[in-house]
């Protein structure tokens, strides 16, 4: 017999199952350190097996244990009945064939209980695999709740920041109307009167491409001065800059980090004090 009619034989899902006699088992343990290609279908064998009771990984239904072990009970029951005496025995059967039949049904009452055996182990793996899946599904699903929640208190935060500085009764709003360029655009700076910190409200302006970032820019004696650069974390939450004096503010795109005079071409926004 070659490998690949040894390998279709059945022999390798037999013993994977636990259903080979000790000899083949033995036979197949010799021919695997010797053979690499019959190795290599008992590992794939093997593979499959997992993968099918990984498919199979659902509940299993509540009666099923019950089932087949009152099923292995009757097997052995049956297996386990008193063999008639030789002298009821009718005398045309022979003493030989009478053993014989015994024996088979031992061992056909053996192999069921085998089968029974390893069903029974497959099922507690698909039970097993279910409730590994179930507690992931239930970490999974807890630490999505757990994030969520936290992006809700940043976000609480972040309005509570925003509210706090735009409804500052000592804050001087102005507001930034779009240039020709981009007439949609518009913006609003917060300038607190006492501290004179500046914060600015850009959430109308178009996304900065890759590379680019908004600067603001307060007008001071005629002569631009660089108020910070603009991020969506400081979006009025955050003071950009702290500006003594200003008639004007605008804001420019500029490469990221910012410039140390604005680019006017790129001018989006501009409003007077």
């Not at 009945?81 to 030789?86: A, H, K, N, R, Y």
Request: glycine letters at 4%; proline letters at 5%; hydrophobic letters at 40%.
């Amino acid at each position: 017999m070659d490998s690949k009619e040894y390998i279709s034989s059945g022999i390798l899902e037999s013993y994977i199952l636990g259903l080979a006699s000790p000899e083949e088992a033995g036979i197949l343990e010799c021919v695997m350190k010797n053979n690499a290609e019959v190795k290599a279908a008992y590992e794939e064998a093997q593979k499959t097996f997992e993968l099918l009771a990984n498919a199979q990984a659902i509940a299993p239904p509540n009666d099923l244990k019950s089932k087949i072990w009152d099923k292995i009970q009757l097997e052995q029951q049956v297996a386990e009945e008193p063999v008639i005496p030789m002298s009821n025995v009718d005398s045309k059967i022979e003493p030989k064939q009478v053993t014989q039949e015994i024996r088979t049904e031992k061992n056909n009452s053996w192999k069921s209980f085998a089968v029974a055996a390893s069903v029974l182990f497959l099922v507690s793996i698909a039970a097993n695999l279910y409730w590994m899946n179930s507690q992931n599904e239930i970490k999974k699903e807890l630490a999505d709740l757990k994030s969520d929640k936290q992006s809700q208190y940043l976000a609480m935060q972040n309005l509570e920041q925003k509210l706090k500085v735009t409804s500052n009764p000592n804050m001087l709003k102005i507001v930034l109307a779009g240039v020709e360029k981009h007439p949609k655009s518009n913006a609003v700076v917060y300038w607190d009167k006492t501290s004179k910190d500046v914060y600015l409200a850009a959430n109308s302006l178009p996304k900065a491409p890759q590379g680019m970032q908004y600067q603001l820019w307060a007008i001071a004696d005629g002569k631009p001065v660089s108020a910070g650069m603009y991020t969506d974390e400081k979006d009025a939450k955050i003071a950009l800059a702290n500006i003594p004096n200003a008639q004007a503010f605008a804001i420019t795109l500029e490469k990221e980090g910012g410039s140390d005079i604005p680019t006017m071409e790129n001018m989006y926004v501009m409003g007077e004090v």
